[in-house]
């Protein structure tokens, strides 16, 4: 059962998460920021994971807090669902194109977690959120999930499609990346034997 529950609460923030590697797609998200809703509606979709998340944030200060703290716990998630990473395909990228945008995810389920983010946003907001806190999802996604993931917006002029096809790529590249290759027969996807 590849499956994950993980609480997360501050002074901040209160967060649930509970993922499904495993799952269809099936997906119940309320954040309190719509765009973030959407954004990780895309991720359960498009990488068919089952996967619900509720959170209760500071947005009277600004959406900072709750947007980091997700992917906190998100990654959180997907670190312990897939465990020991034994028979994982581990690696995988995707690049996903939503009109005259062109996004790209490429990950590694390394156990060291690094993150790379080039995108050129047009304004300074995107869903009613700071561009800046986009980029430190990823980050903070990074972090916890014990992954290299590094996303870049090819090109693009919409900031909205430009963050909707990132967060469909980063779907599709978890799907592969997540999935169990029959052919390694259980053993751990790495020369050193440990991830």
């Given at each position: 059962?590849?499956?994950?529950?993980?609480?997360?609460?501050?002074?901040?923030?209160k967060?649930?998460?509970?993922?499904?590697?495993?799952?269809?797609?099936?997906?119940?998200?309320?954040?309190?920021?719509?765009?973030?809703?959407?954004?990780?509606?895309?991720?359960?979709?498009?990488?068919?994971?089952?996967?619900?998340?509720?959170?209760?944030?500071?947005?009277?200060?600004?959406?900072?807090?709750?947007?980091?703290?997700v992917a906190?716990?998100?990654?959180t998630?997907?670190?312990?669902?897939?465990?020991?990473?034994?028979?994982?395909?581990?690696?995988?990228?995707?690049?996903?194109?939503?009109?005259?945008?062109?996004a790209f995810?490429?990950?590694?389920?390394?156990?060291?977690?690094?993150a790379?983010?080039?995108?050129?946003?047009?304004?300074?907001?995107?869903?009613?959120?700071?561009?800046?806190?986009?980029?430190?999802?990823?980050?903070?996604?990074?972090?916890?999930?014990?992954?290299?993931?590094?996303?870049?917006?090819?090109?693009?002029?919409?900031?909205?499609?430009?963050?909707?096809?990132?967060?469909?790529?980063?779907?599709?590249?978890?799907?592969?990346?997540?999935?169990?290759?029959?052919?390694?027969?259980?053993?751990?996807?790495?020369t050193k034997?440990?991830?």
């Amino acid at each position: 059962m590849r499956q994950a529950e993980v609480k997360r609460e501050t002074r901040e923030t209160k967060i649930a998460v509970v993922l499904d590697l495993d799952g269809t797609g099936k997906h119940e998200i309320s954040t309190g920021i719509g765009f973030l809703d959407h954004m990780l509606t895309h991720v359960s979709v498009h990488g068919l994971f089952d996967l619900s998340v509720r959170a209760e944030g500071d947005l009277e200060v600004d959406s900072h807090h709750t947007v980091e703290d997700v992917a906190l716990a998100l990654g959180t998630a997907f670190d312990r669902a897939l465990a020991s990473r034994k028979g994982i395909v581990r690696m995988s990228s995707a690049y996903v194109t939503m009109d005259e945008t062109l996004a790209f995810v490429a990950l590694d389920f390394s156990g060291r977690p690094y993150a790379v983010v080039d995108i050129a946003w047009t304004g300074l907001e995107v869903g009613g959120v700071p561009v800046t806190v986009w980029e430190h999802f990823f980050e903070s996604f990074a972090v916890t999930s014990r992954a290299n993931v590094h996303v870049r917006v090819l090109y693009g002029r919409d900031d909205h499609h430009k963050a909707e096809a990132l967060f469909k790529a980063l779907g599709r590249a978890l799907d592969v990346a997540t999935q169990i290759d029959p052919r390694r027969g259980g053993a751990i996807p790495s020369t050193k034997g440990v991830l």
